[in-house]
C-alpha cells in the first residue's frame, strides 16, 4: 500500500498544527461558530445531534494493521469505545470533544492518516473496489489510479469550494462493487482493441434529493491523461454548477440540465485546451505509485482444499469469502453486522483484534468497504479456520454478506442533525426479524439499505429494497422502495406507496420477501423476481 514520502507527510503535519491553532481560537472566542465551521469542515468535524463527530479520511478503503489499531485506539481514548465505519470507506467518531480533536489529527498523522477533505463542498475521500490488488476478476489494480487522483486532488486551489461535494470512484473489473455508476464521476480502468490499459469515465451519477445513474461520457483516456481529463470534468462543473441553490449544485444536475452530448463537447473543449498545458503528471510519477502496490510475497503451490467439516465454518466460507487471484489464497470479509447490531459500528477490541489478524494472516493489510464491513484480502485457506475462530469469539463471524442481515444504515436521527427518522432501530428490528441463517439462506441475495433522510446516505435508492426515513407531521415515517441496485447493472428504487411506522416497515419488508418466494423461479434473486413480475404484486401485498 502507498506510504507517506515526505512531502505528504509535511502536508498533514502543517494541516494539524493549522488546525489546532483554529481551535484555539474558537475556544477563547476569538473565532465564532459561524468563523468557525468551514473550518471545522475543512478538517472532517461536524457539529450533530449530541456532539462533535470526526470522519476520518481512509483513502479507497486501505488500511494496514498500525492505522487499524491506532482507530480502535482513538475509540478508546477519545470516543466512547467504538468507531462507525461509513459507506464513503471512512471511520466516523460520534462523540468527539472539540479541544481533543488537534491531539487525535495529531496522532493520525503518526500514521499516515488524516481527516482534510471528507467534508465540505470539495473532492472527498477516493472510493475503490474492497478487493481490488486481490480479485480474480480485475485487468488491473485500481488503487495507484485512485492514489494519483488523491494527490492530485489534495488542497486543489481550484476544486476547494466547488459548488458542492464531489465523488469520485474507481474500479477495474467487469463486477461493480463499488456503486462506481452513482458518484459524480465514475472511472473504470479498460483494455482498449490494442491491448493498451486506459480509463472509461462516467459523470453525473449520485443519490440524495435527486438520484440518477451516471451515463457513459468517454470510453477510453490514456493512461497519460488521465489528471487532465479529470480536471476537464470538474473544470465545466466548477464554471457552471448550481451555487444559488444548493439542491440543484451538484454535478448530476448539470450534467441533466445540459444534456449528457452538450456535457461532452465542453468537456472535450476544456480537454483540448489543457493537453496544451503542462498539468499531467509525468508517467514516472504514476509508475513510482504503483512500486507501492506490488503484490505481497505470496507462497506458491499451496493446496486449494478446504476442510469445510464444521458446519459453522462452511456457512460462513459460503457466504462470506470471495475468490483470490492467487491459488491458496481466499478473500474474507469480516461483517460488521451482528443480528440486532448496528451496521457498521466495531468496538475498539474488535478494531484492535481486526488489525492483529491482518497483521498475522493477511501481510498487513485490510479495507473498508462502502457496505460498512472489513475485508482480509490476503488470506492462506490453510490459516482461514484459524481467522474464523478468532472472528467467531468476537462477534465478527456473521455469515450475512450480501444477504438481507447484511443491512447498509446512516447513523440517522440517533446521531445526525440532518435526520428526519432514525435509521438504526429499523435496521435493528429488521436483522431480527430474518437473523436465522436458514431464513437468510432461503432468501438469498437481497440487499437491503435504510437512510435517515433525503441526503441518502444509506444509499436507500440503490437497495433491491430500501427504505427512507421521512417526518411526516413531526413523526417519523418510512417509505419503502423496491428495485434499486449498485452493481452493473445500475438502477434507482421506486417507491412502493404511502409510508409506514417504524413497525409496520419491517412487516411490509416480510410481506415483500413473501411475495418474492411464492414468484420466484429458478436462481431468480429478489431483485430478477421484482423485475420480472413488477411493482404490482408487491403493493397488492404491503397494501391489500
Known sequence: MYKYDEYDQQMVDVRVEEFRDQVRRRLSGDLTEEQFRPLRLQNGLYLQLHAYMLRVAVPYGTLNSAQMKLLGDIADKYDRG????????????????????????????????????????????????????????????????????????????????????????????????????????????????????????????????????????????????????????????????????????????????????????????????????????????????KAHFTDPAFETGLSDELDL????????????????????????????????????????????????????????????????????????????????????????????LDTIGDIIACPGLDYCSLANARSIPVAQKISERFGTAEKQAELGELKLKISGCINACGHHHAGHIGILGVDKKGLENYQLSFGGSEGADTSLAKITGPGFTEDGVVDAVEKATQVYLANKQGEERFLDTYRRIGMEPFKEAIYG
Open 82 to 289: 467504538y468507531g462507525h465505519f461509513t459507506t464513503r470507506q471512512n471511520i466516523q467518531y460520534n462523540w468527539i470533544k472539540l479541544d481533543e480533536t488537534p491531539d487525535i489529527l495529531a496522532e493520525l498523522a503518526t500514521v499516515e492518516m488524516h481527516a482534510i477533505q471528507t467534508s465540505g463542498n470539495c473532492i472527498r475521500n477516493i472510493s475503490s473496489d474492497q478487493y481490488a490488488g486481490a480479485a480474480a476478476d480485475e485487468i488491473i489494480d485500481p488503487r495507484p489510479y485512485a492514489e494519483l487522483l488523491r494527490q492530485w486532488s489534495s488542497f486543489h486551489p481550484e476544486f476547494l469550494v466547488l459548488p458542492r461535494k464531489f465523488k469520485i470512484c474507481v474500479i477495474a473489473s467487469e463486477t461493480d462493487r463499488a456503486a462506481m455508476r452513482l458518484h459524480d464521476i465514475g472511472i473504470k480502468m479498460v483494455r482498449n482493441d490494442a491491448g493498451e490499459i486506459g480509463a472509461q469515465f462516467y459523470a453525473g451519477g449520485g443519490m440524495g434529493r435527486t438520484p440518477m445513474i451516471a451515463p457513459l461520457i468517454r470510453d477510453f483516456v490514456p493512461l497519460n491523461q488521465l489528471i487532465t481529463y479529470s480536471e476537464a470534468c470538474l473544470r465545466v462543473y466548477n464554471r457552471h454548477g448550481r451555487r444559488d441553490n444548493k439542491y440543484k449544485a451538484r454535478i448530476k444536475i448539470l450534467v441533466h440540465e445540459l444534456g449528457r452530448d452538450e456535457y461532452v463537447r465542453q468537456v472535450d473543449e476544456e480537454f483540448a485546451h489543457l493537453l496544451t498545458q503542462p498539468i499531467e503528471p509525468p508517467l514516472a510519477e504514476l509508475e513510482r505509485i
Open 309 to 400: 467439516s464444521d458446519r459453522d465454518f462452511a456457512l460462513w466460507v459460503g457466504r462470506n469469502t470471495h475468490a483470490h487471484k492467487q491459488a491458496g489464497y481466499v478473500i474474507a470479509t469480516v461483517s460488521l453486522k451482528p443480528v440486532g447490531g448496528i451496521p457498521g459500528d466495531a468496538s475498539a477490541d474488535q478494531i484492535r483484534l481486526m488489525a492483529q489478524l491482518a497483521k498475522d494472516y493477511s501481510f498487513d493489510e485490510l479495507r473498508v468497504t462502502h457496505a460498512q464491513n472489513i475485508v482480509l484480502p490476503h488470506i492462506r485457506k490453510a490459516d482461514l479456520f484459524t481467522v474464523w475462530q478468532a472472528l467467531e469469539k468476537a462477534d465478527l463471524a456473521t455469515p450475512n
